[in-house]
């Protein structure tokens, strides 16, 4: 769609309510009956986004020296000629987004040429690329897991207690230290329950204290999900209402986890499934006997995955995850 100032226009919060939803989408960015034509495709299934082109007569589609934008040429309808540029990394969907717009934009109410749109987009935004740039979405959805299990530790203790329990801003080895035990929270979004561990400490029980681990999935949550700045909101203005003391500690732990009330914020996520807890004995882990053994005790920093998908949840968890929702 185009609107006849501002050039062509599609708020993310449509393209998310398809991802969402699963359903695919077309909408035309140029003018009816112009040329050349410049669409805007959500993929069957709701599962990527793309921005078709059409191509002159002997034209091909410019390279991309970008690893995580492809370029293709597909032949659409009666033979019609189109590149279809895309993103190879379904996370960086939403940034995307805006780059296909710029782009679009750049051809259409720009007249360019594809190739001119394209490489100019991405050399202005190249200028950008050594700016401070917000949270990651890993780290985003890593936030709103552990809000969600913040949240639910404050139904069972309190929020002065569930703040003052949230370590892993403050540089301790698990997210959360309860009188009892600890929590480590992962959150992801792939089809898998595949998380990254950083450290061989990060699965190590404190002596004495047994070490949960609570592995998350969230997806795209289209217009009933919420997105990172609804989350934190209803948690400062809950811990204001209730825990006024713990308030100066949370707005901390935010700021040392990356968030910043400044940054646009309009991605919507929502649990994909029931949360999984494991006792961290019976998650695949690497320990300090298994590198000691395997004669790597030398190796002070680690970084791999694990894959949880399929194990039973622990029947003895302290704390109940059933039914969890974004705050």
Request: glycine residues 8%; aromatic residues 6%; contains cysteine.
């Amino acid at each position: 769609m185009t609107d006849a100032e501002s050039g062509p226009v599609l708020a993310w919060s449509t393209v998310e309510h398809y991802l969402g939803e699963g359903l695919g989408a077309s909408y035309r960015l140029s003018a009816a009956d112009s040329h050349p034509v410049v669409s805007y495709e959500i993929g069957d299934g709701g599962r990527d986004i793309a921005l078709f082109v059409e191509l002159a007569p002997r034209r091909q589609p410019p390279r991309s020296s970008l690893p995580a934008v492809d370029i293709d040429q597909v032949a659409v309808g009666t033979g019609l000629r189109m590149a279809r540029i895309r993103t190879t990394q379904t996370e960086l969907m939403r940034d995307f987004h805006d780059m296909a717009l710029a782009i679009a934009d750049r051809i259409v109410t720009g007249n360019r040429s594809l190739d001119h749109a394209f490489h100019e987009t991405v050399d202005n935004w190249s200028s950008l690329l050594d700016r401070p740039v917000g949270m990651s979405v890993e780290r985003r959805i890593g936030l709103l897991g552990e809000l969600a299990i913040l949240r639910r530790l404050a139904d069972s203790y309190g929020w002065e207690a569930a703040v003052d329990a949230w370590t892993g801003p403050y540089g301790e080895e698990h997210d959360f230290a309860l009188v009892d035990f600890d929590i480590e929270v992962k959150t992801t979004l792939s089809e898998r329950r595949r998380h990254v561990i950083h450290g061989i400490g990060q699965l190590q029980p404190a002596p004495d204290r047994p070490l949960w681990f609570a592995s998350l999935r969230f997806t795209r949550g289209g217009t009933g999900g919420r997105t990172l700045t609804e989350s934190v909101q209803a948690v400062r203005a809950t811990v204001t209402d209730r825990a006024p003391a713990a308030l100066t500690r949370l707005n901390s732990a935010l700021e040392r986890c990356g968030w910043s009330p400044g940054r646009a914020d309009d991605e919507r996520w929502t649990p994909r499934e029931e949360a999984l807890v494991l006792a961290a004995e019976s998650v695949p882990r690497l320990t300090p006997e298994i590198l000691a053994a395997a004669t790597l005790e030398r190796i002070s920093s680690i970084r791999y995955e694990t894959d949880v998908t399929g194990l039973a949840p622990a029947p003895d968890a302290p704390v109940d995850l059933s039914g969890l929702r974004l705050p």
